[in-house]
């Protein structure tokens, strides 16, 4: 259901919901095939990139490993990554503070109220190395991810659960 270019909104969504809840068992390519499918809407691309990262970037992973993922130079611009110097109260965004430096990342397919990719890591990286990171020309040595973490824009009146339509 995923997948499917041609499933409608709310089946997608109910899928999402159900994967999210389970234990991660898909391989990342599940993610980075609707992501960087020009079939796909570009709420669904923008929404397989933050299941991506919610499931698949952990504490510890190697940011020279993140950025070899399939089309991920793509999917964000150097105006779609900041340096992260405050991070808000929300007690969602508690595990951003760790780490030695917090970056926001927005995949150019989403817009503020889609989400922002929050990453703190292990050492210090500056806007220049972090530009060509993200650009796909330089790799870190030895700079793993400390926390990930999705700020989402929620709407308080609509939960979406499985079966509400």
Request: net charge positive; charged share 25%; proline share 4%.
């Amino acid at each position: 259901m995923l997948a499917d270019t041609n499933a409608v909104s709310i089946d997608f969504y109910e899928a999402l919901i159900l994967v999210s809840q389970a234990p991660v068992f898909e391989d990342p390519t599940v993610w980075t095939t609707i992501a960087n499918g020009s079939g796909y809407a570009a709420e669904r691309r923008c929404e397989a990139i933050l299941a991506f990262f919610r499931r698949h970037v952990k504490s510890g992973s190697s940011l020279s490993d993140l950025l070899r993922t399939p089309g991920l130079t793509n999917w964000f611009s150097r105006k779609a990554v900041w340096n992260q110097s405050v991070v808000g109260g929300s007690s969602r965004l508690e595990g951003a503070k760790r780490g030695k430096c917090v970056y926001a990342l927005r995949p150019e397919c989403c817009n503020w109220r889609n989400g922002t990719i929050l990453m703190s890591f292990s050492k210090y990286i500056s806007d220049d190395d972090m530009s060509s990171y993200m650009a796909g020309t330089k790799l870190p040595d030895e700079v793993q991810v400390v926390a990930c973490v999705i700020d989402k824009y929620e709407d308080k009146h609509y939960e979406r659960k499985p079966g509400n339509r």
